[in-house]
């Protein structure tokens, strides 16, 4: 709890980009979070911030040092440069298994008190998550202990994130139908497209996508895929005919697939709420589609040996417990072939089970939302933790 009186506490995020967007877009909700609902004073550490501008335009990416919505933003160039104890900050978060720079590891050994160091893992539904969670780590040399924090899905793991404020926004918008439709026609979106059903696409580029646009095409039903500039690649470009630039849209039988521009990240989550159906990809959009109260299928970010595979059977198993129809289509999405198929998913057949599912999947997104809300939001519980470690006395920490 932050006290008027009380020196504010500092706290370092180091991010590596890796998936494009997923891994800073993680990194800048956590920050943003942590400097507005807990006073924290927090900088950020990225080494691309190309792609940090996509999600937050304004962001310069030619400076060094900034400070962008009340957070300091720093250009992590490489792991060389220097740094005294007075830079160290009271709390350092390497995520995903980062390597911080060894100096600044150093003067983090050299700081009295040390600095509660975290490694923030990824997202994960598989079980040996929660025996993990804030397990300690001895640095081999220096007086340093580092902490391994999973964000989870359970109570015994750091919950996900998942601002104060966001149940009341969310419940305001979807409550406004005329604040969904001005929200959609500032993106371009025409009202019979706004009325028929709606899809976003987000997706990495091996996605099935062009057998899916046909399997749509076919449907009785009118659709509109909205997606992303950027998304899709070739199979978005061959429906239209063109390149997939902003604005371009175009209908093929039923489906009418329209590329909209990049959007910030609570445009995004307005994008979430007023579709019928949502397709992610990684964490960031993965956990933005939970509190959207809406179906959504998961394009879980590729791993060698298809260990990717593994953690997506243990999320469905979670989620999807009863609802076959959305297991099967989700497995096909992220290549995994179902019992008894040729290796050839028949996308017609899995769009048309899942579509007269779709109530039945909107239902079980409303109650997941509720029971994952009870574990408490990532932000909280980490500095929750941070605080327990830094109240033990230096000589009695593990």
Same mark, same amino acid.
């Given at each position: #709890?932050?006290? +008027?009186?009380?020196?504010?506490?500092?706290?370092?995020?180091?991010?590596?980009?890796?998936?494009?967007? @997923?891994?800073?877009?993680?990194?800048?909700?956590? *920050?943003?979070?942590?400097?507005?609902?807990?006073?924290? *004073?927090?900088?950020?550490?990225?080494?691309?911030?190309?792609?940090?501008?996509?999600?937050? =335009?304004?962001?310069?990416?030619?400076?060094?040092?900034?400070?962008?919505?009340?957070?300091?933003?720093?250009?992590?160039?490489?792991?060389?440069?220097?740094?005294?104890?007075?830079?160290?900050?009271?709390?350092?978060?390497?995520?995903?298994?980062?390597?911080?720079?060894?100096?600044?590891?150093?003067?983090?050994?050299?700081?009295? +008190?040390? =600095?509660?160091?975290?490694?923030? /893992?990824?997202?994960? *539904?598989?079980?040996?998550?929660?025996?993990?969670?804030? $397990?300690?780590?001895?640095?081999?040399? #220096? =007086?340093?202990?580092?902490?391994?924090?999973?964000?989870?899905?359970?109570?015994?793991?750091?919950? $996900? $994130?998942?601002?104060?404020?966001?149940?009341?926004?969310?419940?305001?918008?979807?409550?406004?139908?005329?604040?969904?439709?001005?929200? &959609?026609?500032?993106?371009?979106? #025409?009202?019979? /497209?706004?009325?028929?059903?709606?899809?976003?696409?987000?997706?990495?580029?091996?996605?099935?996508?062009?057998?899916?646009?046909?399997?749509?095409?076919?449907?009785?039903?009118?659709?509109?895929?909205?997606?992303?500039? @950027?998304?899709?690649?070739?199979?978005?470009?061959?429906?239209?005919?063109?390149?997939?630039?902003?604005?371009?849209?175009?209908?093929?039988?039923?489906?009418?697939?329209?590329?909209?521009?990049?959007?910030?990240?609570?445009?995004?989550?307005? &994008?979430?709420?007023?579709?019928?159906?949502?397709?992610?990809?990684?964490?960031?959009?993965?956990?933005?589609?939970?509190?959207?109260?809406?179906?959504?299928?998961?394009?879980?970010?590729?791993?060698?040996?298809?260990?990717?595979?593994?953690?997506?059977?243990?999320?469905?198993?979670?989620?999807?417990? @009863?609802?076959?129809?959305?297991?099967?289509?989700?497995?096909?999405?992220?290549?995994?072939? &179902?019992?008894?198929?040729?290796? #050839?998913?028949?996308? =017609?057949?899995?769009?048309?089970?899942?579509?007269?599912?779709?109530?039945?999947?909107?239902?079980?997104?409303?109650?997941?939302?509720?029971?994952? $809300?009870?574990?408490?939001?990532?932000?909280?519980?980490?500095?929750?933790?941070?605080?327990?470690?830094?109240?033990? +006395?230096?000589?009695?920490?593990?």
């Amino acid at each position: #709890m932050f006290l +008027p009186n009380q020196p504010q506490t500092s706290l370092a995020i180091f991010c590596k980009v890796v998936d494009n967007y @997923g891994d800073i877009g993680i990194c800048w909700r956590l *920050a943003r979070q942590l400097q507005l609902e807990h006073r924290i *004073a927090v900088t950020l550490w990225v080494d691309d911030l190309r792609s940090f501008q996509r999600i937050c =335009p304004g962001l310069a990416v030619d400076a060094e040092a900034q400070e962008f919505a009340g957070v300091t933003v720093r250009h992590w160039r490489d792991q060389e440069g220097e740094f005294s104890t007075s830079e160290v900050a009271d709390i350092v978060i390497e995520f995903f298994g980062c390597d911080i720079p060894p100096r600044y590891v150093a003067a983090m050994a050299e700081r009295s +008190p040390h =600095p509660v160091w975290i490694n923030l /893992e990824g997202l994960s *539904a598989e079980e040996w998550v929660e025996g993990c969670h804030t $397990l300690p780590s001895p640095h081999p040399r #220096m =007086p340093l202990t580092k902490y391994f924090f999973y964000p989870g899905f359970t109570g015994k793991t750091g919950g $996900l $994130l998942h601002e104060s404020s966001l149940e009341e926004e969310r419940r305001q918008f979807q409550s406004n139908p005329d604040a969904m439709q001005d929200f &959609l026609a500032c993106l371009g979106v #025409m009202p019979s /497209e706004a009325a028929s059903f709606k899809i976003s696409l987000f997706c990495y580029p091996h996605a099935p996508v062009s057998a899916l646009f046909k399997a749509w095409q076919n449907t009785d039903t009118a659709v509109t895929c909205l997606v992303p500039e @950027g998304v899709g690649g070739e199979a978005v470009k061959a429906f239209l005919g063109t390149e997939a630039k902003v604005g371009i849209m175009r209908t093929r039988g039923a489906l009418t697939v329209r590329v909209l521009p990049f959007v910030s990240q609570p445009d995004y989550d307005k &994008l979430l709420w007023a579709c019928d159906l949502n397709f992610v990809r990684g964490e960031d959009s993965f956990v933005r589609a939970q509190w959207a109260d809406k179906p959504f299928i998961w394009h879980i970010y590729p791993q060698d040996e298809n260990l990717h595979h593994k953690k997506l059977r243990a999320f469905l198993t979670r989620y999807a417990d @009863g609802l076959e129809r959305l297991h099967a289509f989700s497995l096909c999405w992220n290549g995994v072939a &179902l019992e008894g198929n040729d290796g #050839m998913p028949n996308w =017609p057949s899995l769009w048309t089970q899942l579509q007269g599912d779709i109530p039945k999947i909107a239902l079980k997104a409303v109650e997941w939302r509720h029971q994952v $809300l009870k574990n408490g939001d990532l932000a909280s519980n980490l500095v929750a933790f941070a605080d327990k470690r830094r109240s033990i +006395p230096e000589q009695n920490k593990v």
